[in-house]
Nanobody, 116 residues
Framework: VQLVESGGGLAQAGGSLRLSCAAS????????MGWFRQAPGKERESVAA????????YYADSVKGRFTISRDNDKDTIYLQMNNLEPEDTAAYYC??????????WGQGTQVTVSS
């Protein structure tokens, strides 16, 4: 499976960005998908996740009420709407399957930089 993230950029605190992740390859299985981020000098952390049927979601405490994950299964694409951005959200954002023993090969990620 190939993952291509896009939509990052520079935003001011309080602003919004919408990230997209397109998956190609063996995506016919019903995988839960998630967004992850990694800031310089820190470990990669999970941010949000959504089940295939969209009935189950997860959000890190740090983004609850500000970020919304969604997916279009017909397009094999997941999204992350990020509102009320904070400087602490600055990181490279990645998508991958969520809740499995191993990850697919990571994509290049998309950089989000939030200025105060």
């Amino acid at each position: 499976v190939q993952l291509v993230e896009s939509g990052g950029g520079l935003a001011q605190a309080g602003g919004s960005l919408r990230l997209s992740c397109a998956a190609s390859g063996r995506t016919s299985d019903n995988y839960a998908m998630g967004w992850f981020r990694q800031a310089p000098g820190k470990e990669r952390e999970s941010v949000a996740a959504l089940g295939w049927s969209k009935g189950t979601s997860y959000y890190a405490d740090s983004v609850k009420g500000r970020f919304t994950i969604s997916r279009d299964n017909d397009k094999d694409t997941i999204y992350l709407q990020m509102n009320n951005l904070e400087p602490e959200d600055t990181a490279a954002y990645y998508c991958n399957r969520y809740g499995y023993e191993s990850f697919w090969l990571w994509g290049q990620g998309t950089q989000v930089t939030v200025s105060s």
